[in-house]
């Protein structure tokens, strides 16, 4: 048989797109999809739509605080099945993180079994654990049988979901937010409910009041893991008028003793977010690379509270310094952003200062009011008309029973014979025969006075918007002192506090490991760092044309002073400069010095000396060492010098006499006490020239006389008797200097 030919299929209709508009199309789509229905909370119950799908499911399921716990295989299974078709991992994640107490400052899920830890460590999966919802929950959804919120069709048009929780907890604010949308994110710490609370009472009263004033009450975030939050109180405030900020936040930590006066540092709070596994981790990994030169060691001993214990290297540690070192380079000290951008009325997302997000809620809570106040109007509106149909039939019960019995159609007959309502009719007719025996005159009277009384109030309250705005405040008032400063969950975890002022140089000296090295410069200016105190020096390299100029020993947390021939002191760090084998880098690599500078000398700064400077002029000063640092790479001026005059030698001054020598090999000696101290300046003339400079200048103790190095590096002296010949006043211009190198420099260095 031959194949059968099928017959020609009809082109389907073409429709051309461009791709330009096709992609802008769809890709507005799904941003608008993530934004409204995945990443941002809606400003009035704070909830994002997966956590009010869990919540409403619960309630769905009766899980009202005290009853019984229910699997949570069971709760995600309905909320997967009948509200969010998104996967029931992703659902079981947002349930978990409600009940987790270290993440949210008001748990909305009260869970039974393993929902994880602050270590990081994963839930027990879904058909092990058990949930039920808490109070702050129940609050949430407060009125929702009583028609305080719209509904919408569910995603399958089976069965129908809240639009918005009646939200009578500040929920955005009290247990925060984090989410990322397309081309918008947000971000919200949690807050002090109570805080809150007196926040919005105040804007009750005053509802232009702006964020700057609510700062009053509302101090800042207050994290379920407490710590220790270090910013300014201006920054605070700016951060709530703005809607955008930060928040420093440092653990919280005790120092405790031990024995023979040793002590540990002891970490009792975290950072928000932060998992202390990590953490510990990290600290860890920092000792093994000898990063943390002030730490010895550290463990964890936390049970159900965090307890870190971070050891000294010894116990002439600085504790602050030490943990201030912690706080520079670990999650020890973290900054949470605040980012309060909020689906305004569920619709429009926008950022809003603390103002604008606290009106927002309160408007909610009104509208709710107002719509379960108008749903229990309706409530007794009928059961009015219901009583009264019953008084009717109580009056008259043998003519209706007699009607009901006798009549093919009663309710016609009812409604011609005692003129009652369908509605009346309806209760009568639908009332069981056991309710005859209760139907008394004086309990029927009695509820419909009852129900006026209170219709009366409801009428008064939609009628009023000061009584709205009363019944609000009031309702704000229980939450605040259901959840007051006394209470175990509302009592303020986080506190604040000025972080501690340290010295920088100090700070930076605690990140290096103290060992000892040697510090190597060679005459064209390349420096280099050794590992230990090395004194032959005879086997080093240098680049063509290079050679040792000095070197001194040191330690990597030494700082160390350059006096160049600019007349500038500059600082370095010797943790800085290069160490290995290589040639070094040139010094210039961590100064910026002019090119036509040269260095005059390199030293360890120690901070207590006093030294002499001059100029090739013959100018120059006393001045002290603290004075000489700086904290710039363009240095510090501290000898004032125009080209062609240049600063040309320094001296410790350790003596009282100074001895000055000129290139014309001259030299001069005068009491040191003839020399000003200055901390800036040209200074005054020491040694007057006819044809010469300034070559060196030297301070000595008369009483041991003057020493210097000859050109084979040993040391020469003379004695206070035998320099009679050059002993003058300041300005002199000396006499020959026989016996003296014919270099003209006292080659001593800073001692």
């Not at 409910?193 to 009450?217: F, N, R, T």
């Not at 060992?515 to 230990?532: A, D, F, M, N, Y």
Request: hydrophobic share 40%; aromatic share 6%; glycine share 8%.
């Amino acid at each position: 048989m031959g194949k059968r030919q099928l017959p020609p299929e009809e082109p389907a209709e073409i429709h051309e797109v461009m791709l330009r508009d096709a992609l802008e199309e769809r890709y507005l789509a799904y941003a608008l999809s993530t934004i409204m229905h995945r990443a941002l909370p809606d400003a009035r119950d704070g909830l994002k739509p997966v956590h009010r799908r869990i919540l409403y499911g619960m309630r769905l399921l009766r899980l009202d605080p005290g009853t019984p716990f229910k699997k949570s295989a069971k709760i995600v299974g309905d909320v997967m099945g009948s509200f969010h078709p998104h996967g029931d991992q992703a659902i079981y994640d947002a349930m978990v993180r409600l009940a987790q107490d270290f993440s949210s400052r008001y748990p909305l899920v009260d869970g039974q079994g393993n929902f994880g830890n602050i270590d990081g460590d994963n839930p027990a999966a879904y058909r092990y654990t058990e949930a039920r919802m808490t109070e702050v929950a129940r609050l949430l959804l407060e009125g929702i049988d009583e028609d305080g919120v719209e509904f919408r069709p569910n995603y399958d048009g089976q069965s129908k979901e809240p639009v918005v929780l009646p939200g009578g907890f500040p929920n955005l604010l009290a247990n925060g937010a984090q989410g990322i949308a397309v081309g918008m994110a947000t971000s919200i710490p949690p807050h002090n409910v109570a805080e809150l609370c007196e926040a919005a009472l105040h804007l009750i009263d005053k509802p232009e009041a702006k964020s700057k004033s609510l700062l009053k009450w509302v101090k800042g975030p207050d994290f379920p893991t407490g710590g220790i939050v270090v910013d300014s109180k201006e920054s605070i405030a700016e951060a709530y008028m703005t809607g955008r900020g930060s928040f420093r936040t440092r653990a919280r930590w005790t120092q405790e003793e031990g024995a023979r006066g040793m002590w540990v540092v002891v970490i009792t709070e975290i950072p928000w977010l932060v998992q202390k596994s990590r953490l510990v981790e990290k600290i860890a990994e920092l000792l093994n690379e000898k990063k943390l030169p002030l730490v010895g060691d550290v463990r964890d001993e936390s049970a159900e509270d965090v307890r870190l214990v971070i050891e000294p290297k010894s116990r002439a540690v600085d504790p602050e310094l030490m943990m201030e070192s912690l706080f520079r380079l670990t999650e020890l000290e973290s900054r949470i952003s605040l980012n309060l951008n909020v689906l305004i009325k569920g619709r429009i997302p926008r950022v809003v200062g603390l103002a604008e997000c606290l009106r927002e809620w309160l408007d909610h809570l009104r509208d709710v009011l107002i719509r379960r106040s108008n749903y229990r109007k309706e409530q007794i509106e009928h059961r009015l008309e219901v009583l009264g149909g019953y008084l009717i039939a109580y009056l008259n019960i043998d003519k209706v029973i007699k009607i009901i019995r006798t009549e093919d159609e009663p309710k016609p007959a009812l409604i011609k014979a005692f003129k009652l309502t369908e509605v009346q009719a309806d209760a009568v007719l639908n009332m069981r025969l056991r309710s005859l025996r209760k139907l008394e005159e004086m309990e029927i009277r009695t509820e419909d006075k009852n129900l006026r009384g209170e219709l009366k109030g409801i009428k008064a309250i939609l009628a009023s918007e000061s009584e709205q705005w009363s019944r609000v405040g009031e309702q704000v008032r229980k939450v605040r002192d259901i959840f007051g400063p006394k209470t175990p969950l509302g009592k303020r975890r986080t506190t604040f506090a000025d972080a501690p002022e340290h010295d920088l140089a100090a700070i930076e000296e605690a990140f290096v490991e103290r060992e000892p090295c040697t510090v190597v410069i060679s005459e064209k200016g390349w420096v280099r760092t050794l590992k230990g105190h090395v004194a032959d020096l005879s086997s080093l390299a240098f680049k063509t044309d290079d050679k040792l100029d000095h070197a001194f020993f040191a330690e990597t947390t030494s700082k160390l002073l350059m006096f160049a021939s600019n007349g500038k002191f500059y600082s370095l760090d010797v943790a800085k400069l290069p160490g290995g084998r290589g040639h070094g880098e040139p010094i210039r690599m961590f100064i910026d010095m002019e090119q036509d500078a040269a260095i005059v000398a390199l030293f360890v700064n120690k901070g207590a000396r006093k030294f002499l400077i001059a100029s090739s002029e013959g100018q120059g000063f006393v001045v002290k060492e603290e004075d000489c640092v700086g904290n710039t790479r363009k240095g510090k001026q501290v000898l004032n010098v125009t080209m062609p005059n240049e600063a040309c030698a320094i001296a410790t001054v350790a003596g009282d006499t100074v001895a000055a020598i000129g290139t014309n090999h001259k030299m001069v000696l005068f009491p040191l006490d003839q020399v000003p101290e200055m901390a800036r300046g040209r200074g005054v003339r020491l040694q007057k020239y006819s044809g010469g400079k300034l070559s060196d200048v030297a301070v000595f103790d008369s009483k041991a006389g003057l020493t210097w190095r000859d050109s084979a590096g040993r040391e020469q002296s003379m004695s206070w008797k035998e320099l009679a010949d050059w002993r003058g006043n300041r300005a002199d211009a000396g006499r020959l200097a026989h016996g003296l190198p014919k270099s003209n420099k006292f080659l001593r260095g800073v001692e």
